[in-house]
């Protein structure tokens, strides 16, 4: 299983970037997939989380209503859309899978040690 982000970028606060994880060599039916980032000298922080098999979404208070997560699952890709971005949304962004639970849930915004997969990150800045 491969992770590969992208859409990353330089954008003014206020503004929005979209977010693209493409996922190849997953064959799972439901599993829990999302986006974290980090910040230098930061712990990994989880942002938003979708159950692939379809439906539900779990946001961190930090971006709820900023962001928004979804998927096609016809591309294998899921999305992170940001909107009014500020300076502290400046961070490496991370798309992660776990194989390791059929389950998703808002605990899973705080556990990143149960991801078994990740992205090499795609760096966002606002200023």
């Known amino acids: 299983v491969q992770l590969v982000e992208s859409g990353g970028g330089s954008v003014q606060p206020g503004g929005s970037l979209t977010l693209s994880c493409v996922i190849s060599?997953?064959?799972?039916?439901?599993?829990?997939a999302g986006w974290f980032r980090q910040a230098p000298g930061q712990e990994r922080e989880g942002l938003a989380l979708?159950?692939?098999?379809?439906?539900?979404?779990y946001y961190a208070a930090s971006v709820q209503g900023r962001f928004t997560v979804s998927q096609d699952r016809n591309k294998n890709t899921i999305y992170l859309q940001m909107s009014r971005l500020v300076p502290e949304d400046t961070a490496m962004y991370y798309c992660a899978l776990t194989t390791r639970s059929q389950y998703c849930s808002s605990s899973y915004l705080n556990a990143p040690r149960i991801y078994n997969y990740w992205g090499k990150g795609t760096q966002v800045t606002v200023s």
């Open positions: 979708i159950y692939t098999g379809g439906g539900s979404c």
């Open positions: 060599g997953y064959t799972g039916g439901g599993n829990c």
